[in-house]
C-alpha cells in the first residue's frame, strides 16, 4: 500500500520568512495530495489539494507542488504568521486503494512561527 | 459551510466496556470514514463506508469494530470491548463523492480515553 513520509518532524521560522515542508509517497499511482492543517485540539482542515496532472498550484500565501517523477510534494507558506502556527499534514490517495477516497497521512510536522 | 458533526466531544470509559461514536456526515456526502489519531501521532485510516456497506478496512479494524448508519443521518463507529491502546481521538469524515474531485471534510473529533 501507500506509505507517505514527512520531514522533518518539527520546523521553527521567524514572522515574515518562508516556510517549505516536503513529503514523499512510495506508490507512483497515486493521483492527489491535499495538506490538511490541525491546530491543537482541533480537527484536520483541507488547506490546499494537488492533483497529478498538475504541478503547482497556489492559493494566497499557500502553494503545493508535486514532482511524479521523484515522488515527493511539497507545501510552502509565504510571510508566514504567528496564525501559521499548527501541525501540518500531507496525505496521498492511490487509486489502487478501494473504492472510497481514503488517504494515506504523513506524521505531521509541527510548525511553530516566531514572532 | 456545512460541517461533520461528532458526539459526544470526550469520552471516558473503562476497558472492556463497550462505546458508540456518533457522527453526522454532511448531509448529500454519500462516502463516509473513520479515522483515528493517537495523542502525537499520525491520521490513520480505519473504514470506509459507501452505500450502506463497507468498502475498505485496515488492519487497525478489527472484529472488535463496527460501523452502522442506523438512518438516513447518522453513522456509528462501535468497539464491542474497549482497550487501553484504543485510546485516541477518532475522527469521522465524508466526501460528497469517491475519487480525486471530492476532498474529505473532517469533523472536529471524540477523544476517547479508555481507563
Known amino acids: 500500500g501507500e506509505n507517505v513520509e514527512q520531514h522533518p518532524s518539527t520546523l521553527s521560522v521567524q514572522e515574515g520568512d518562508s516556510a517549505v515542508i516536503k513529503c514523499t509517497y512510495s506508490?507512483?499511482?497515486?493521483?492527489?495530495f491535499p495538506w490538511y492543517k490541525q491546530e491543537l485540539g482541533k480537527r484536520p482542515q483541507l488547506i490546499i489539494d494537488i492533483r497529478s496532472n498538475v504541478g503547482e498550484k497556489k492559493d494566497q500565501r499557500i502553494a503545493v507542488t508535486l514532482n511524479k517523477t521523484a515522488k515527493h510534494f511539497s507545501l510552502h507558506i509565504t510571510e508566514t504568521q504567528p496564525e501559521d502556527s499548527a501541525v501540518y499534514f500531507c496525505a496521498a490517495k492511490s487509486p489502487l486503494s478501494g473504492a472510497n477516497s481514503k488517504l494515506t497521512f504523513g506524521k505531521g510536522i509541527t510548525l511553530s512561527v516566531r514572532p | 459551510e456545512p460541517e461533520v458533526t461528532q458526539t459526544p466531544s470526550h469520552q471516558v470509559t473503562q476497558m472492556g466496556q463497550e462505546v458508540i461514536l456518533r457522527c453526522v456526515p454532511i448531509?448529500?456526502?454519500?462516502?463516509f470514514y473513520w479515522y483515528r489519531q493517537i495523542l502525537g501521532q499520525k491520521v490513520e485510516f480505519l473504514v470506509s463506508f459507501y452505500n450502506n456497506e463497507i468498502s475498505e478496512k485496515s488492519e487497525i479494524f478489527d472484529d472488535q469494530f463496527s460501523v452502522e448508519r442506523p438512518d438516513g443521518s447518522n453513522f456509528t463507529l462501535k468497539i464491542r470491548s474497549t482497550k487501553l491502546e484504543d485510546s485516541a481521538m477518532y475522527f469521522c469524515?465524508?466526501?460528497?463523492?469517491?475519487?480525486?474531485?471530492?476532498?474529505?471534510?473532517f469533523g472536529n473529533g471524540t477523544r476517547l480515553t479508555v481507563t
Open positions: 506508490d507512483s499511482a497515486s493521483n492527489y
Open positions: 448531509s448529500n456526502h454519500l462516502y
Open positions: 469524515a465524508s466526501s460528497e463523492r469517491t475519487g480525486v474531485n471530492s476532498p474529505l471534510h
